[in-house]
């Protein structure tokens, strides 16, 4: 017997029930004590007594048992969440849907109905599918079923309707990979400008500008932040001790100590690289690091050209001056005027958020640049000059690196245990997939896939440590950057309940390697939208976006079909010149951050350690509903 479902805080009474069996003979008494605000599901072993325990498998139901539940759990096993749960969490942190994840039930459907593979992506992932053993194809084919059930208007805003969806209708390389970019074209343009449409058309933001009177000092056109860093110009004005570590300039320096490296960073102050905090010790601003080749993303005030081009001059001498295109997506929310002292004035301070993305050139040498945005002046007020040129802001192009890095995990930790701990231990595997990326104006190319899967981490408690010694990532070849995929599930107790979901998520994986690389052997036949994509995002949120695709398709799929509840997902990403900063004893450690992942898991980043060609930190996740806790340590290494 198995009780299946989410669980809350609502605890209801042992309810004793006794049965007889029709000749009269023993008795079979059960206690039940349930935690949960949802229903609960319950199925009873059919064999007589004496009783087995467990139930044996039974073979898999050509449909689910429960929706979201194409495998039986086992008497002992934790509750779990149903799918209902599992899709509200995924569908309330999910803006993009998933192009993998259509294809996958699109090809296992053609497959489980006899259909013809019609391309080479077709006749490999039926390959794939034929090779599966008889118990994992009526898997495959439950799975297909509870997909179906998904209601309709669900499906469509967690997998891509436009794939085909007929299964007359074959899916090769070429569509996928068109579906793929339009994906992260939208996830990129959501998490830069707020709106997926945002890579694909161009919008002036409100003209705001007003006729100077006398002596006028203030800036108009308004650069708020640069790639997220708040600026000198950010309004309403800041005081020196509100701005974060991140956004002031350090020199750090490395010393040693009993054999020991120690690295202390100072807050640079006096002769600044950029521009500064206008202090008594003229604190400096923090000057973001590029590759040429990437996009800077400014925000402000007053982006009300879509001409607007943006002037890099290099420094301190300015024998280098160029100017670029740049991409302006304006902001149309917030209001042009409000009421201040009974007066309506305008909104000119950084609440408004004009958004306007330029590309590095890609020759640009290793130095500071001032940047500066050039625009028409179309703001009806000839006095303000033509053109309207911004104050300066900087950068700082890094030089490609020639380094080569790796990525290690080293331990498993579980604080806190998926709840009730009263029914057991958990039952962990984690998954890692890693790809290097190549990004630039002419190809967006996704390298050999690096995957690690953990051991089955069996009778985990709270506070266990378990090793988890394991490269994740290895550099191999020149690389723009690359993207890890973290995924981690508490299944069940029993062992072959456990097998048959671990099975089917390796074969599914299986398939997502064959769809990456049918994507990366068809991406440049998407044409406009690639170029599109790489113009005018950053290779950081290309990265991301590429990286979050890859873990939503994961979390679905297993939603779709297995009672196996999230503890740990997560999807990283760096560029090259990323982790050679990373990996840099003479630059600081990165802030501590937070997030949550397409499921509603919580991500806490905390540095470490920071060691010449080393750093270290911990990431913990925690999943609300699961009341887990576990934390993953990773290692960087700069190795060449």
């Not at 500064?276 to 003229?282: L, M």
Request: glycine share 6%; net charge negative; charged share 20%.
């Amino acid at each position: 017997m198995t009780a299946n479902e989410s669980r809350g805080s609502k605890t209801g009474e042992p309810t004793p029930e006794s049965t007889q069996s029709a000749s009269g003979g023993a008795h079979c008494r059960v206690d039940i004590r349930i935690e949960t605000q949802g229903s609960v599901n319950i199925y009873n072993c059919t064999s007589v007594p004496p009783f087995p325990e467990p139930c044996p498998p039974v073979e898999c139901p050509e449909g689910p048992i429960a929706p979201g539940q194409c495998v039986p759990l086992s008497i002992g096993s934790k509750p779990k969440q149903s799918q209902r749960t599992k899709l509200d969490a995924i569908l309330a942190n999910t803006q993009v849907p998933s192009s993998i994840g259509a294809a996958f039930f699109h090809h296992a459907r053609r497959f489980t109905t006899g259909q013809t593979p019609a391309n080479d992506f077709e006749s490999k992932a039926f390959q794939l599918f034929g090779s599966l053993s008889t118990e994992l194809r009526g898997l495959l084919s439950c799975a297909v079923t509870s997909f179906d059930a998904i209601p309709k208007a669900d499906r469509n805003r967690l997998f891509d309707p436009t794939l085909p969806t007929d299964v007359n209708t074959p899916l090769d390389g070429e569509t996928l990979a068109a579906a793929f970019v339009q994906e992260i074209t939208k996830r990129v343009g959501a998490d830069v400008f707020q709106n997926e449409l945002a890579l694909e058309e161009e919008r002036p933001g409100r003209n705001r500008f007003f006729k100077p009177e006398g002596e006028f000092f203030d800036v108009q056109l308004r650069v708020c932040k640069l790639n997220g860093l708040r600026t000198n110009e950010f309004a309403p004005a800041l005081t020196p001790g509100q701005f974060l570590p991140e956004e002031l300039e350090t020199v750090c320096t490395t010393t040693v100590v009993n054999g020991v490296p120690q690295t202390t960073c100072q807050v640079q102050t006096g002769t600044c690289p950029g521009n500064f905090i206008n202090n008594e010790a003229r604190t400096c601003l923090r000057v973001p690091d590029v590759s040429a080749g990437e996009a800077v993303v400014l925000q402000g005030v007053n982006f009300i050209s879509v001409d607007a081009k943006v002037r890099l001059t290099s420094q301190p001498d300015g024998a280098i001056v160029r100017e670029v295109d740049s991409h302006v997506f304006g902001d149309l929310e917030t209001p042009l005027k409000e009421k201040v002292d009974g007066k309506e004035v305008l909104i000119r301070d950084c609440r408004v958020h004009d958004r306007l993305s330029f590309v590095v050139p890609d020759d640009l040498p290793p130095l500071v640049f001032s940047v500066q945005i050039v625009m028409p002046n179309v703001s009806g007020i000839p006095e303000l000059g033509d053109p309207i040129v911004s104050n300066f802001q900087f950068i700082r192009v890094c030089a490609p690196p020639t380094a080569r890095f790796r990525i290690s995990s080293e331990t498993l930790t579980a604080r806190e245990e998926t709840s009730p701990a009263s029914f057991g231990s958990d039952e962990v595997r984690v998954r890692v997939r890693s790809y290097p990326i190549i990004a630039n104006l002419n190809e967006l190319s996704v390298g050999a896939e690096q995957a690690f899967d953990s051991p089955e981490f069996e009778d985990v408690d709270s506070g266990d440590v378990r090793q988890m010694q394991a490269t994740l990532f290895n550099q191999l070849g020149v690389m723009d950057g690359m993207v890890m995929t973290i995924m981690g599930h508490e299944i069940d107790s029993e062992k072959a309940y456990r097998e048959q979901i671990n099975s089917f998520t390796d074969a599914f994986l299986d398939y997502l390697k064959t769809a990456v690389a049918a994507i990366a052997g068809s991406i440049t036949a998407s044409g406009v939208s690639l170029k599109t994509l790489l113009k005018f995002a950053l290779k950081h949120p290309v990265l991301l976006a590429i990286a979050a695709a890859v873990v939503l398709v994961v979390i679905l799929i297993l939603a779709a079909w297995a009672p196996a509840d999230p503890i740990i997902a997560d999807n990283i990403a760096y560029t090259a010149c990323e982790l050679d900063g990373l990996t840099n004893a003479d630059l600081p450690m990165p802030p501590a951050i937070e997030y949550k992942t397409q499921d509603g898991i919580k991500v806490k980043v905390t540095p470490l350690e920071k060691l010449p060609t080393q750093y270290k930190e911990k990431r913990e996740y925690i999943s609300d509903p699961e009341g887990s806790h576990y934390e993953i340590v990773l290692r960087y290494n700069r190795v060449a």
